[in-house]
C-alpha cells in the first residue's frame, strides 16, 4: 500500500517563502509521475510541478520561475521549493504519484498567503 504524507503548509506573508515535503512509503515498481498540485476553494485542483518518468520536470504556468521542484530518491521525499507567494497561491497542495495502473493522493497541506 502506498503512503503519501505531506507536510510543511501554514500561514505565509505575501513575498514569503516556504517549502513542501512529501514522503512515500510502500512498495513501487513503476512510476510514471510524481508531482504537486493544488486545489483552491471553489476551483479544480490544478498541476503545480511534477517529475515525468523520464525525470523532466513541468510546472504550472503560474508558479514557473518561482516554485521549485526537488526529490531525494534515497528517502524516498519529494520538495516544493516555493517563493514569491502571493494571496492567489493560498490552496491546498497534494502530493502525488501515478503508477500504469493507479493514482495516489496524499491528505493536502493547506497553504495560506495572507498579510
Known amino acids: 500500500q502506498v503512503q503519501l504524507v505531506e507536510s510543511g503548509g501554514g500561514l505565509v506573508q505575501p513575498g514569503g517563502s516556504l517549502r513542501l515535503s512529501c514522503a512515500a512509503s510502500?512498495?513501487?515498481?513503476?512510476?510514471?509521475?510524481m508531482g504537486w498540485y493544488r486545489q483552491a476553494p471553489g476551483k479544480e485542483r490544478d498541476l503545480v510541478a511534477l517529475?515525468?518518468?523520464?525525470?523532466?520536470?513541468n510546472y504550472g504556468a503560474s508558479v514557473r520561475g518561482r516554485f521549485t521542484i526537488s526529490r531525494d530518491n534515497a528517502k524516498n521525499t519529494m520538495l516544493l521549493q516555493m517563493n514569491s507567494l502571493n494571496p492567489e497561491d493560498t490552496a491546498v497542495y497534494y502530493c502525488?504519484?501515478?503508477?500504469?495502473?493507479?493514482?495516489?493522493w496524499g491528505q493536502g497541506t493547506q497553504v495560506t498567503v495572507s498579510s
Open positions: 502525488n504519484l501515478r503508477t500504469p495502473t493507479n493514482s495516489y
Open positions: 510502500g512498495i513501487i515498481f513503476t512510476v510514471n509521475s
Open positions: 517529475f515525468s518518468r523520464d525525470g523532466t520536470t
